[in-house]
């Protein structure tokens, strides 16, 4: 009986554990075809779709082997998620619990969501899970991690999982989460570390896939570290893997460039001529064109170089691309300064690859708009002298000499005037009736309105005119009042574009001069002499601060010392030269013309800053000086609309630099070139609202409305702060001039707040603003106090136009770094019904209230 007993609860235990056991098999199979199957045929889905998205390389910036997320198959990944989830909500028992896990993580990483699909990889983490799947969480949250930018806590995670790797896991996946930790420290980077995890991971790795842009990195990394012949080698190894058309091409391009950095230009031309020779390439063959000549640039072949560009510019198919285009005019720049010396070409070449270009083409390239206004300005004060010194030569004349020299010119004028209307005319005769639509149509794209962006296109239609008008003016009667100028016989003619050197051979193209400014007296001559010295170290600092040519400044401020006719600027230039020494060397010369200085004026400013350098002469380290210059070049090739701005306040905060005026008057150009900006647009507003019959003429009077916006009003200020902080500025004629050519028209002020009975209110609060503002120390340590007053040019919104100091300013630079938060200030909306554009209003900032 027991042995009955004992057989049918034996066989109760076994029917139970088999009815469990296969209980468990149905739910895993209708968990997986359920479920968990069709999850990953969407992720799969969403994956592909990832996939099939062109991938294009920025060979400039290091490039990821695991590229980031893009915005594909997100619908996939969504429905993926959303099985995932059916699954760990019906089937918690499941075997594929562990795997929907990973899909999840998985899935919101595709999705960018990388927070979350951080909680699905630490919740997998801390489970019990197998030897494979712990390898693929890791490699997941590693990635998650370059994703989420916490790229140091990535390093330890995925160092101490590599320290501990167990040797029986497999080496492949070794290498995987090594090129993790080196594309970690690229990120930070840390190129040499990074290199040489990268180095170990190629050892473990025989992915293709993965293989072919480790190499690639590998090449950029070694090249960023200045190991060419091993970043050459690991480009040539890229293509061997076949990673894509984009990484075939680019390997081949970097280590033609890494040839042209080991000084193997023969080998680079060969590179740049086999891929121009392939037709995969063909759409290419512009930019490898482009390096070809730029290749035979750097071999001195530049007259071959040349020809090259200008055939690419002007040949039978000119090129397309813009980029490309600024490339090869910025090219035609260095070769004009660099060589050949012509710098107003370079400033022409310059000008126009700025106006073709977003962006720099190259980062390590120079900004093309800053060498353009170097050289502009360079041509400008060249030009200057140049007028001078045909002035001064004039006035050697007897006054016969004179006119007889002034007849000879309006002979030749009249020839040219003859000889640029007979080809007009017959330029006229053989064109087309209308000019092609399409031509016109991508002129006004590229140019802008009426050719407005291309002084050279603006500088052709006035040629035109004039050829076919003459000097027309816009006005009524003009006919009548020509004829009455014509009989005055005024002797005050400007005379044409030809101007004389010292030694009376013509020069073309300079300045134009007025017979009224041949200096008649010592008096005028001396004043000559003092202003073409200033002249002198302007272009000293243009060499110096802009262009970075030691040796051209050196010449230009010795030139002012030893015409010793302008005991202004005399101090600057000396002080100037040590400079230039300390930053180029020789240290004799360094020393000697510290001691001149020191010598010949012992009481200025200028002893008093090489007294506290103390005879500091170490020219391989980095002084203020250098600092400075690199301050003001990054401003100068930022684009920045507030580059004035910021230019004025590096000029302020640096006053008692030699400097500073410099980068002051540029900064003062830069609120030129915006206010002339919005001026035209303004004006073309006020055109466009004018009709006809506003005057008689049916002629628009746009330079009435000239100087009359309130950026004007900024520049006025900006002129009067240049002579009242440096004045002793050699640009103290340039701003004189501009403030009399600046005539605000006698108008009547606009609305007030007073008006109104309304104040100005701080949008985020007065305390708040003020808390922002980085306050010189003595105003942090409360030794001063009391009010800083502006009046605002202010929208009814309450944005700020423009503001002008009311109280007198003080000698703290209070006002310089309140005004540099003005950016971040915002009033409130003023409550004004009136349809008024715009209030001035009073307001007064506390100091240490």
Known sequence: MSRVLLLMFLGGVLLSGCGKTLKSGWNDFKAYYNTFYNAKEYFNEGRQAILDQSRSLNPDRPERVYPAPVSAGRESFGQAIAKCTRLLRHHPESRWVDDAVLLMGKSYYYLEDYATAMKWFERLGNSDISPPMRRQMIFWKGRTML??????????????????????????????????????HTMLEHWKQASDWLSAALKNLSDRKVRGPAFFLYGQLLERQGRLGEASYAFGQVSSYYPGVEYEYWSQVKQAEVFRQLENPGGARSIYQQLLNNDKYVVRAESLKVEIARTLQMEGKTGEAEERYRTLLYGNRPMESRSLKALVHYQLGQLNSEVYKNYE??????????????????????????????FGQYTDI?????????????????????????????????????????????????????????DSTNRSAIYGFLNHRSQRLVNQGKAEFRIIWGDRPLADN???????????????????????????????EGSPLDVDDIPRTTAERDQ???ERASYYYQMGNVFFLDLNNADSARYYYQKVIHSNHNPTVLPRAMYALTEVFRSAGPIDSLRHWRQQTLSAYPDSEYARLLKKQNGKAIISEPDSTQALRRQFRLIEASGDSLAGLRLRLLALDHRSSALAPHIHYRGIRRYIEQARVFQWLDDLL??????????????IPLKELRYTTTRWDSVQAVLSEHTSVFPDSPYYPDIKRLQSEITVPDRLPGPTCDDYGVELKVAQGLDNFLSSVAWPSKVRE????????????????????????????????????????????????????????????????????
Not at 360 to 367: L, N
Not at 792 to 821: H, M, N
Request: aromatic fraction near 6%; hydrophobic fraction near 35%; proline fraction near 5%.
């Open 147 to 184: 994703e989420m930018g916490t790229h140091s806590q990535g390093i330890r995670y995925l160092e101490d999982i590599l320290s501990q790797y167990p040797p029986e896991w497999p080496a492949e996946e070794r290498g995987k989460l090594q090129v993790l930790v080196a594309e970690h």
């Open 686 to 699: 006020e055109a466009s609202l004018v009709t006809p019959d506003a005057d008689s003429s049916g002629i």
């Open 345 to 374: 070409t370079a400033a022409a070449h310059f000008d126009t690859s700025a106006s073709l270009r977003e962006t720099p083409v190259e980062a390590s390239e120079e900004d093309a708009a800053v060498l353009a206004e170097a």
């Open 478 to 508: 003009w006919r009548r009042r020509e004829a009455v100028s014509q009989a005055t016989g005024q002797r005050a003619e400007e005379v044409q574009r030809l101007v004389f050197d010292g030694e009376g051979r013509e020069v073309p």
């Open 382 to 438: 060249k030009q200057s002298i140049q007028r001078i010194d045909s002035l001064l030569w004039m006035g050697t004349l007897t006054q016969e000499k004179q006119d007889s020299l002034i007849n000879r010119i309006r002979a030749a004028r009249r020839r040219k005037l003859l000889e640029q209307r007979e080809r007009s005319d017959e330029r006229i005769m053989n064109q087309p009736a209308l000019p092609d639509e399409a």
């Open 782 to 849: 409360g030794t001063v106090s009391g009010e800083i007053t502006y009046t605002f040019v202010v929208d009814k919104k309450g944005r700020v136009l423009s503001y002008e100091l009311t109280s007198p300013r003080t000698s703290l630079g209070i006002e310089e770094v309140l005004e540099a938060s003005f950016e971040e200030l915002r009033f409130e909306a003023i409550p004004v019904k009136e349809p008024v554009s715009e209030l001035r209003c009073r307001f007064s900032f506390p100091v240490n209230p």
């Open 528 to 530: 000559l002499l003092a």
